[in-house]
């Protein structure tokens, strides 16, 4: 008898958050639509095109530790052109524009606000030299 083995639909983060409503703000800012934020502020979800980011609160204290995010796009130069002017509205230094990685991919870098780095990329050139 075979068994059926489960797919992964899909992989949703949770970004740490010290401040939902911010966060919150800041994902909408970048074209994620809130679908959920709940009424006591610990938890809130924001979609995009059917990926979602859950955001979940955490106490001031709390050590974030390292959170980085990356999120593979079909064409990021568009991508790009809908988040105008939400990149370039940031404080110094929270976003890249994008650029061409060595490894293939194209990049477009942002900070979050708790500054969780979300790398969003897009493949320009497949690697045929890998071993």
């Known amino acids: 008898m075979t068994r059926a083995t489960p797919g992964?639909?899909?992989?949703?983060?949770?970004?740490?958050?010290?401040?939902?409503?911010?966060?919150a703000a800041f994902y909408q800012s970048i074209g994620f639509l809130p679908t959920h934020v709940n009424p006591d502020h610990?938890?809130?979800c924001c979609?995009?095109?059917?990926?979602?980011?859950?955001?979940?609160k955490i106490s001031p204290?709390?050590?974030?530790?390292?959170?980085?995010?990356?999120?593979?796009?079909?064409?990021?130069?568009?991508?790009?052109d809908t988040l105008r002017p939400a990149p370039e509205a940031l404080p110094e230094g929270r976003a890249r524009?994008?650029?061409?990685q060595p490894c293939g991919q194209r990049e477009l870098?942002?900070?979050?606000?708790?500054?969780?780095?979300?790398?969003?990329g897009s493949v320009i050139q497949r690697r045929t030299d890998i071993a």
Request: net charge negative.
């Open 61 to 80: 204290e709390t050590e974030l530790g390292e959170q980085m995010i990356y999120l593979d796009m079909n064409e990021i130069d568009a991508f790009h």
């Open 97 to 100: 524009p994008p650029f061409d």
């Open 8 to 23: 992964i639909v899909q992989i949703t983060p949770f970004i740490f958050a010290r401040d939902i409503s911010a966060s």
């Open 109 to 120: 870098h942002v900070s979050e606000p708790e500054n969780c780095p979300l790398l969003f």
């Open 47 to 56: 979609e995009e095109h059917g990926h979602a980011r859950h955001l979940l």
């Open 42 to 44: 610990k938890h809130a």
